[in-house]
């Protein structure tokens, strides 16, 4: 998003868009691309069989539920944990309350987390460890303890 070359799997295309003043109460499941402009209250996941599905949460997106797609851009706001079996983008303005589980993490300065940031090492689109499935280990308490001092 910011220069990075990280996008080489992600698709390009927006195939759905919930435009700004569209609310949406329910699940949403999709393939390809997503991009949220307007509020989801519900959980957003993607076509398994998709390991390209990119969900854009935009400036003035909010999601309030679970989101668990292979790639994500956060601008806007999300209420609830992020597995990203990929990678995640937060841009400046990003608010995220609830975990963030990541392969590739870009983070811009100015976005807040609220909620821990851990680290998975496949990239081979298998799901991501459910939060009662994870122990942080020591090793993952310092990673992010820099990221924070690198982000201030």
């Known amino acids: 998003m910011w220069g990075s070359s990280s996008k080489r799997n992600m698709t390009k295309k927006v195939d759905t868009l919930v435009s700004d003043g569209t609310r949406i109460e329910g699940d949403v499941t999709f393939h390809g691309g997503l991009h949220v402009d307007g509020t ?30 292979p790639n994500v851009i956060i601008s ?17 303005h990003a608010q995220v309350t609830g975990n963030i589980y990541y392969t590739r993490i870009e983070v811009a300065m100015g976005a807040q987390v609220n909620g821990q940031m851990i680290h998975a090492t496949q990239g081979d689109g298998r ?3 459910a939060p009662a499935d994870h122990e942080e280990s020591p090793q993952a308490a310092r990673r992010i303890e820099k990221l924070h001092v690198i982000d201030r």
């Open 40 to 69: 989801v209250n519900g959980n957003i996941t993607s076509d398994g069989a998709d390991a390209t599905a990119m969900l854009v949460v935009g400036a003035h997106g909010c999601v309030e539920g679970e989101v668990s797609v």
């Open 76 to 92: 806007g706001i999300v209420t609830g944990d992020v597995r990203a079996q990929e990678s995640v983008e937060l841009g400046p």
């Open 127 to 129: 799901a991501l460890p």
